[in-house]
């Protein structure tokens, strides 16, 4: 079964203090990495897809980047508004397609 | 314009009720889908429709029956609630099944 790991389940910056999101995973073949933000109270918003390792993309002061095995999403001087909480998630190869969430890191953004 | 949009947003019940909540997109997407979110904010899929067909039925009680009367629509609909089903149901649309989904704002059901 396809397993999506998230560290840490927290974290909690200083405004500027730049750090990065991990998520590990586990899927019988990759066919795409998904990044979405999650504010309290909304639906996840798409951020970032990833299809092979080594593959980097931006957005802001965001940086998702892939290897076989894990993504990271770095946070470049975060802002307060940078506070959500990530979700990132795998689409199988095969199969159903069946995309699997992994359970957030939430990050707050102190000013 | 509001992509993926579901009601009510909100949605308390006693227990043994049946309720409904309603979605629709507006992106022209072919396929559609339920997640439900539940207190530990982990998002897991339960149902997934391509142009009015169903793709994937999870491990979800018979009591819930999704129906897509059109590419544009799928419905959620709850027979018999029972407390253990409150949660935030949310319903998603992406241009086949592989590619981004989209979500709506979610809907917030607490059953009492």
């Known amino acids: 079964e396809d397993q999506v790991t998230q560290s840490p389940e927290a974290l909690r910056l200083q405004e500027g203090e730049s750090s990065s999101l991990n998520c590990s995973y586990t899927?019988?073949?990759?066919?795409?990495l998904f990044w979405y933000r999650q504010d309290p109270g909304k639906g996840p918003e798409f951020l970032f897809t990833?299809?092979?390792a080594g593959e980097e993309k931006e957005k802001e002061r965001l940086k998702a980047t892939l290897t076989k095995k894990e993504s990271f999403l770095h946070i470049t001087a975060p802002k307060p508004e940078d506070s959500a909480t990530y979700l990132c998630?795998?689409?199988?190869?095969?199969?159903?397609?069946?995309?699997?969430f992994g359970i957030g890191t939430k990050l707050q953004v102190i000013p | 314009d509001t992509a993926v949009s579901q009601t009510p947003k909100y949605l308390v019940t006693q227990m043994g009720n049946d309720k409904s909540i309603k979605c629709e997109q507006n992106?022209?997407?072919?396929?559609m889908y339920w997640y439900k979110q539940d207190s530990k904010k982990f998002l897991k899929i339960m149902f997934s429709?391509?142009?009015?067909?169903?793709?994937i039925n999870e491990t979800v009680p018979n009591r819930f029956s999704p129906k897509s009367p059109d590419k544009a629509h799928l419905n959620l609909h709850i027979n018999s609630l029972e407390l253990g089903d409150s949660a935030v149901y949310f319903c998603?649309?992406?241009?086949?099944?592989?590619?981004?989904?989209?979500f709506g704002e979610g809907s917030w059901l607490t059953v009492v």
């Open positions: 899927v019988s073949g990759l066919r795409g």
């Open positions: 998630a795998v689409l199988p190869s095969g199969g159903y397609q069946k995309v699997t």
């Open positions: 429709y391509n142009n009015k067909e169903l793709i």
């Open positions: 998603a649309s992406s241009q086949s099944q592989g590619n981004t989904i989209y």
């Open positions: 990833l299809y092979s």
């Open positions: 992106l022209g997407h072919d396929t």
